[in-house]
């Protein structure tokens, strides 16, 4: 926990942000070369948070892949299941709650097909 009260010195604002559950929808994306630089693909488990967060982490600054929420994880929840996964993205058509998932981990919660699922808790790790 020393790391947050750091955190919490150098960008209070953002706080809200990091260590804290949130509520929002659930969608799927296709990953590939990414905000942060990595390329990954469908098979692997990867998130996505949307612009909002990834740039009011704390640290963010003008390259996306220097930003420090690349080094973090969002663990998602929803109905009895728990899934980790590294943020790799943003979204720029999202809420700002909603989080993303790689096909292949979405599915960990509902079928493909269905888009999208309501209300799921989510925090970064
Ligand atoms: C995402 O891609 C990077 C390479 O660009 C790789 O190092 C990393 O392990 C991948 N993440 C996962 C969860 O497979
Ligand atoms: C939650 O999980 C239970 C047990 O797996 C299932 O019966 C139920 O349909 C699920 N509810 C929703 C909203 O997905
Ligand atoms: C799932 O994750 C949430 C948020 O991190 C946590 O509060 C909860 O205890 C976890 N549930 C299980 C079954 O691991
Ligand atoms: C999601 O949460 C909102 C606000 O709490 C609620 O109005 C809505 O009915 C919920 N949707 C589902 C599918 O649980």
Known sequence: MRSITRLCAVAAVSTTIF???H???????VPGLGACGFTNSSDQTVASV????????????????N?????HSV???S??????????????QCDQFSVG?????FEQF??????????????IV
């Open 79 to 92: 109905n009895g299941t728990n899934l980790t996964a590294p943020i790799v993205d943003f979204c720029t």
């Open 101 to 105: 998932l790689s096909p292949s981990a």
């Open 19 to 21: 260590a804290q559950t």
């Open 50 to 65: 949307s612009s909002q967060v990834f740039n009011s982490f704390p640290g963010a600054g003008p390259n996306p892949n």
């Open 110 to 123: 509902a079928p493909l097909p269905n888009g999208i699922v309501p209300n799921v808790t989510w925090e």
């Open 67 to 71: 930003n420090p929420i690349c080094t």
């Open 75 to 77: 663990t998602i929840s």
């Open 23 to 29: 509520t929002g929808t659930l969608f799927n994306f």
